[in-house]
């Protein structure tokens, strides 16, 4: 095979190759809505898809603030902010939202968008939560229980919001902490804290145990810490172990005998999907503070795809404007460069399936903006190469010419952007990263397409033929 031969096989094979990449992502959002979620669900997904960002699927945009002042006064800022970062994404992670965007902005506020998630509510308890699990016996002494009587009578004021009113506490024995059950039980637990959610190996929902088939959160423990548990309740045996979360006790149940193994259920009447987020963030652990929802937004699915109308109808028109100059003012060599910005585009979309990268309104803008990147690169080999056979030149040598001496030019003008690309990913958030992949990606894939590829055209072509004036 001659060298163009192998050229242009690498060519044809990369085509085929990123025709297969995207065949998923075409076949993917060419499924209803109902079909897709039902799939999500059961994590269906195809493995390498272009997912859609928060402003084109729709979803759930939430700034959240760390409440630095409940943190341990020895516990640095930055590690806390990094900690509950990782929590949140291990429980988005497990719940199942395809390509979230976690991070952190300011000394203390974290982003989070969850794309696909409109159920906002559901989407800050997940989040939110402090998940703060602990195991702590229940004071049954007389005294305990005639303060927890007193209690009792306050009736709801008791507690001021989620606070021990000033009356109650006043009565509240001086070792005990008083906490409210479900359905307005109160109970009086001691101080002493034995175990906590930090020692569970696992959570999972289970459906067998609970009351009239009610699922129910079964849990485990570490080994060193089910030592624990198994003398905790061996010294307990006819006594109440409050189960507690985010000082909010859900059972209470009593210790009929020493429990081995160190596992356990946390009963609550819970619904399906309240188990089975309570089961994520315990698995996922305590955020090191609570965290207060600063700023909400949804973003609709209509909107969504009302975004992705607008930027497809407005990409079309603008790219049909430029294959219409191109050739109308370069003529067939138009049609070639016109071309390559096709392959370009082809090229592109297929790496950011590959890598998974996530579309956004920004990204679309970046990819426009490479494939007129692209279209300048050929402007500029096309005048380069004009100017080479008005100086009286043979065809072939103003060709090879032009290349060679259009390509520092092109290179110097893409290097630049890519630095700024680089920097405006570097020190970016959100959609401005998504701005700056695809403009890199871009711009990476037009080197290839407006140089190697549309050369190997003119080359092949005279090569075949006899050419004394060519269309350009």
């Known amino acids: 095979m001659s060298k163009n031969q192998i050229k242009w096989s690498c060519i044809l094979l990369s085509i085929v190759g990123a025709i297969a990449l995207l065949y998923p992502t075409v076949n993917w959002y060419s499924l209803d809505a109902a079909e897709r979620a039902r799939q999500e669900a059961y994590r269906m997904q195809p493995k390498y898809i272009l997912n859609l960002g928060l402003d084109l699927r729709g979803g759930t945009h939430m700034l959240m603030e760390l409440d630095v002042s409940k943190l341990d006064h020895k516990t640095d800022i930055n590690d806390a902010m990094s900690r509950a970062i990782e929590i949140i994404r ?30 906002s509510e559901q989407a800050k308890e997940l989040v939110g939560k402090t998940a703060l699990l602990e195991f702590r016996m229940v004071d049954e002494s007389e005294v305990a229980q005639k303060a927890l009587g007193k209690i009792a009578e306050l009736g709801v004021a008791a507690f001021s919001g989620t606070k021990v009113s000033t009356a109650a506490a006043k009565l509240v024995p001086e070792e005990d902490q008083l906490c409210a059950g479900k359905e307005n039980a109160l109970y009086l637990l001691k101080k002493d804290i034995p175990l906590t959610g930090a020692a569970l190996d696992t959570a999972r929902v289970e459906t067998a145990g609970g009351d009239y088939g009610m699922p129910v959160v079964a849990f485990k423990f570490k080994p060193e810490a089910a030592t624990v548990f198994g003398n905790l309740t061996g010294a307990n045996v006819g006594k109440h172990m409050a189960i507690v979360l985010d000082d909010v006790v859900y059972s209470a149940p009593v210790i009929k005998s020493r429990i081995g193994g160190g596992s356990g259920i946390i009963e609550g009447q819970f619904s399906a999907d309240v188990a089975r987020n309570l089961a994520i963030v ?17 973003v609709g699915p209509t909107l969504g795809e009302d975004s992705i ?32 910005l096709a392959l370009n585009f082809l090229y592109m979309a297929a790496c950011m399936a590959y890598f998974k990268f ?82 890199i990606l871009g711009i990476c894939m037009s080197l290839v397409t407006a140089v190697f590829v549309t050369r190997l055209v003119f080359e092949s072509y005279l090569s075949a033929h006899p050419v004394e004036e060519l269309s350009i």
Request: aromatic share 8%.
């Open 309 to 340: 109308r607008a930027g497809i109808t407005s990409s079309v028109i603008g790219l049909l404007l430029v294959v219409i100059f191109m050739i109308v003012y370069y003529r067939l060599s138009g049609v070639v460069a016109c071309s390559a």
């Open 282 to 298: 315990l698995r996922a652990g305590a955020l090191p503070a609570p965290v207060n929802l600063i700023e909400e937004r949804t």
């Open 90 to 119: 291990n429980r988005v992670d497990q719940f199942g939202v395809a390509e979230p965007l976690i991070v952190r902005q300011g000394q203390r506020w974290i982003v989070v968008q969850l794309p696909g998630i409109t159920n």
């Open 358 to 439: 996530t579309l956004t309104l920004p990204g679309i803008a970046g990819m426009i903006l490479s494939l007129a990147m692209a279209v300048d690169a050929n402007v500029l080999i096309f005048e380069r190469i004009r100017e080479e056979l008005r100086s009286g030149k043979p065809v072939r040598m103003a060709v090879d010419q032009g290349y060679d001496r259009a390509f520092r030019a092109i290179f110097d003008c893409n290097l630049t952007t890519v630095l700024s690309a680089i920097m405006l990913f570097q020190f970016g958030t959100g959609p401005i990263k998504g701005f700056a992949i695809t403009l």
